[in-house]
């Protein structure tokens, strides 16, 4: 029973984020992100005619991480937003009382919500994100070494904001909730390149920042180890100390630990926000 409920919510919440405007405009701000970008790939090309030096692939391996980092901001903006309306929306509209007035599970009733955000947020990132890499294969010949694995730690930079979302969601109303949930994953960037250059320049102190920002919202980590997926590897070997603290490449692939950290991260949040559903009225 409680299966059948997480799966029919979850598939309603898909139905209802393919009708929403943010649709749209993720969709539209995709398309212009791909044609700048394959406009900005094949000036490289014609600059450097192809990418046999260390200097072509050093300006290609930042170029697409540029790129990525803007990819993986559409994702947080529409993801924050759906989220957003997705708990308080419902309360605000009485929807949630006509749904939970039947003997239906308020954790079920999350989990189908989360679940449905996550498929639409991976799905997104997926498509999005290889369509970006095809362009950049065939306008500079690049192909990255560890594609699978830069989409994947996208995708749970974008599964843990929306998990956020939806803890925002639940205490919060809709805008409210998706203008706080970008501006922390914003705000723990800038900590994470305030961190980096704490590392070039061998500050503890500085680096904290970034350490602590990472482990309190592990969007920037993540982001981080797809930066390192995505980047050639011969770029940091090449050029060495000269490209620390630079806010598109990485130095370092995560951890298992890191990566578990996120998953606890995610568990817990989603954890609280149940809590917080359930004792909210309706």
């Known amino acids: 029973m409680i299966v059948r409920t997480v799966l029919t919510v979850a598939g309603l919440t898909l139905q209802e984020a393919a009708r929403r405007q943010v649709l ?7 398309v212009l992100l791909l044609a700048l970008s394959a406009w900005g790939f094949s000036r490289i090309d ?21 790129v990525m980092f803007g990819l993986s901001l559409i994702a947080a903006l529409g993801t924050a937003f759906l989220a957003g309306p997705t708990l308080a929306g419902d309360i605000e509209s009485g929807a949630a009382l006509s749904i939970l007035a ?16 996550v498929t639409f947020g991976a799905g997104f990132v997926a498509v999005a994100g290889l369509a970006q890499l095809l362009v950049v294969r065939f306008t500079v010949d690049y ?4 594609p699978v694995t830069g989409l994947a730690l996208l995708a749970a930079q974008t ?15 809709p805008m409210a909730s998706g203008v706080v949930a970008v501006g922390l994953f914003g705000s723990t960037w800038i900590a994470g390149v305030v961190g980096a250059f704490g590392t070039a320049l061998d500050n503890e102190g500085v680096i904290r920042v970034g350490t602590v920002s990472r482990m309190l919202l592990p969007t920037d980590g993540l982001w981080r180890g797809a930066m390192n ?3 050639d590897p011969t770029v940091l070997v090449q050029f060495g100390p000269a490209m620390q603290g630079h806010p598109f490449l990485s130095d370092a692939s995560l951890t298992g630990t890191y990566l578990t ?4 991260w995610i568990a817990l949040v989603l954890g ?8 909210r009225d309706l």
């Open 24 to 30: 749209r405009s993720l969709a539209a701000l995709t």
């Open 46 to 66: 014609a600059e450097f005619g192809g990418l046999t030096s260390g200097e072509a692939r050093l300006v290609a391996s930042m170029v697409l991480n540029l």
């Open 102 to 117: 039947r003997p239906v599970h308020r954790f079920a009733v999350l989990l189908g919500k989360w679940l449905g955000l």
């Open 143 to 146: 192909w990255p070494p560890a």
């Open 159 to 173: 599964i843990v904001l929306l998990t956020l979302g939806l803890l925002l969601s639940s205490v919060s109303s």
């Open 229 to 231: 997926a995505f980047q």
């Open 261 to 264: 950290w996120a998953a606890v």
């Open 272 to 279: 609280l926000t149940a809590v917080l559903f359930r004792r």
